[in-house]
């Protein structure tokens, strides 16, 4: 049996979510063949970079890549305004993709492949990236998988209710990111005892708050310097010219970041660094301020303050789509910054942390035993594959919670 992991993106946040469930069914699986399919160099590096040794010995690495002469015009002509070469490179790789028994995915492209490409065979599982509250994540293109893995019983019901799927072809696996090491220290966050806020905003232009007010943000970190800031935003905020987003279609500019946030000595920006996507930053704040990105769950892995920036004025308590929120405060305008983190501080023990733990343990079914073991597992017996004992290997960490 070959089973492929492919990583096709421009940046490299979706390797941990479902790489470390390739690694662990190496280690157990002697008889089946792996592959793991990149589509860029530094989609391969981040793979033999959190690859523990085992790619090459165990696993084999191909970078997929485009072939034809169209297809190389096309991303030419496109590629700083849409992710031209994601859609293209299925239709100049289908050989390879035949070649499998089971593809492994952390994204909802890669369906093309049945429903453009007519491999109607391929079986497909989805292992998602994140564990966040977006509707997109719970439309009617996930029920196209063959199985899907989850991490907690929030995504198992949605996805039954809202996307209509079978709750048979569903896994709870818990999260296979957090069985990685943390990514250590953010050194350039001086630790002088004022607080550190992560601004964490995502780049879909009609959720998120960097277009309608980021600016502002960082403007009153510039003249309250008795906090230090993290900007690292989604890694694909400022990844191209333009965002586009198709959930509900609409393109944006991000714009360029200006001198004077550069310059101020409490703010530390980050556009797509290695610690963007490794929960190194989420690891370190001790606040947690952005919009809709699933991060904030990963934050929620020790309960922390939250302020949450609503510009759009969304209609938000009770929708699911923004369950995150109740998390902490939620402010429309960047001028009531100062009094919603002095909020989510004051009343976070008593008020906001036993809803975050309540909204973590909904979102993450995490137990004694690692999470990509728990996915491994759950993908050989798909497979129809013997799965014995899977035992942890050095590299992979048990979770702590405070």
């Given at each position: 049996m070959k089973i492929g992991f492919l990583f096709n993106h421009d940046q490299v946040h979706q390797v941990a979510h479902s790489l470390p469930i390739a690694l662990a069914l190496a280690r157990a699986q002697s008889s089946v063949e792996i592959v793991v399919a990149t589509t860029n160099r530094r989609l391969s590096a981040e793979v033999i970079r959190l690859g523990l040794g085992l790619?090459?010995?165990?696993?084999?690495?191909?970078?997929?890549?485009?072939?034809?002469?169209?297809?190389?015009?096309a991303k030419q002509a496109f590629e700083g305004v849409a992710p031209a070469t994601r859609l293209l490179v299925y239709g100049d790789n289908l050989d390879f993709f035949r070649s499998l028994d089971v593809l492994v995915v952390a994204e909802k492209t890669s369906l093309i492949l049945k429903t453009r490409h007519g491999l109607k065979n391929l079986r497909i599982v989805h292992t998602r990236h994140g564990a966040g509250d977006r509707a997109i994540g719970f439309d009617k293109a996930s029920a196209g998988f063959d199985h899907v893995m989850v991490s907690g019983p929030k995504i198992r019901d949605r996805l039954v209710q809202e996307a209509?799927?079978?709750?048979?072809?569903i896994s709870i696996v818990g999260y296979p990111k957090f069985d990685l090491a943390l990514g250590g220290p953010v050194h350039p966050v001086i630790d002088d005892g004022r607080p550190v806020v992560l601004y964490n905003p995502h780049p879909s232009p009609h959720l998120s708050s960097w277009f309608a007010m980021g600016r502002q943000?960082?403007?009153?970190?510039?003249?309250?310097?008795?906090?230090?800031?993290?900007?690292?935003?989604?890694?694909?905020?400022?990844?191209?010219?333009?965002?586009?987003?198709?959930?509900?279609?609409?393109?944006?500019?991000?714009?360029?970041?200006?001198?004077?946030?550069?310059?101020?000595?409490?703010?530390?920006?980050?556009?797509?660094?290695?610690?963007c996507t490794n929960m190194a930053y989420t690891h370190r704040a001790d606040v947690y301020l952005g919009d809709v990105s699933?991060?904030?769950?990963?934050?929620?892995?020790?309960?922390?303050?939250?302020?949450?920036l609503n510009p759009g004025r969304h209609a938000w308590e009770g929708d699911p789509n923004f369950?995150?929120?109740?998390?902490?405060?939620?402010?429309?305008?960047?001028?009531?910054?100062?009094?919603?983190?002095?909020?989510?501080?004051?009343?976070h023990w008593d008020l906001y942390r036993p809803i975050q733990q309540t909204l973590f343990e909904r979102s993450f079914d995490l137990t004694d035993e690692p999470s990509s073991i728990r996915a491994a597992r759950a993908l050989a017996e798909f497979c129809g594959l013997p799965a014995p004992g899977l035992a942890p290997a050095q590299g992979l960490l048990g979770v702590a919670r405070a």
């Open positions: 790619i090459g010995p165990r696993i084999r690495l191909v970078e997929l890549g485009l072939t034809r002469t169209t297809s190389r015009l209509g799927l079978d709750p048979a072809v943000v960082l403007d009153w970190f510039v003249e309250h310097d008795d906090h230090h800031l993290i900007f690292a935003p989604h890694v694909m905020l400022f990844e191209r010219r333009f965002v586009l987003t198709v959930d509900r279609l609409r393109l944006d500019r991000p714009g360029r970041i200006e001198e004077r946030y550069l310059r101020a000595s409490n703010i530390h920006i980050d556009l797509g660094s290695r610690a699933s991060q904030v769950y990963e934050f929620l892995l020790r309960p922390r303050p939250c302020v949450f369950a995150h929120w109740r998390a902490g405060p939620v402010i429309e305008r960047a001028g009531e910054l100062g009094a919603a983190l002095l909020s989510a501080r004051r009343e």
